[in-house]
């Protein structure tokens, strides 16, 4: 599973003009499930989110987590994180879960966040979405299950 998390001072999800999730001080994530992802890499990647120390303690350091600062979060799918571009200049999305997979492992990663305690909204899966934030740093982390 891949994902993509930037810390947020705020961040919204809108679809034909109207805001269907949002979050706070915390995290926009665009999670994308890759055509062998299971439920482990799925609740792996939930844990090492909730406790990824990317929030500033008072001496401007990055020591405190998601769990840690009490922050929420935004999840959006977006299956371009799967993008190939090995070959040519289209990208390819040959390594995404097919779609009915990848929505199952997409709202069980939305469910562990929430069994961490993180206050969680999400887009809609599969829809076209208009995304607001205002960065926070900024500060953006990519993470692969298949790297950790």
Known sequence: MRAVIQRVKNASVSISDQIVGKCET????????????????VEKLANKISKIRIYQDENKKMNHSLTDINGSALVISQFTLAADVKRGNRPG????????NAKYLYNHFVSC????????????????????????????????????
């Open 113 to 148: 966040l929430k069994q961490h305690g993180i206050s969680t909204q999400t887009g809609k899966f599969g829809s076209e979405m208009a995304v607001n934030l205002i960065n926070d740093g900024p500060v953006t982390i990519c993470l692969d299950t298949d790297q950790f």
């Open 26 to 41: 915390g995290a926009l994530i665009l999670v994308c499930a890759m055509k062998n992802d299971t439920i482990d890499q």
């Open 93 to 100: 999305f040959s390594e995404a879960a097919a779609p009915e």
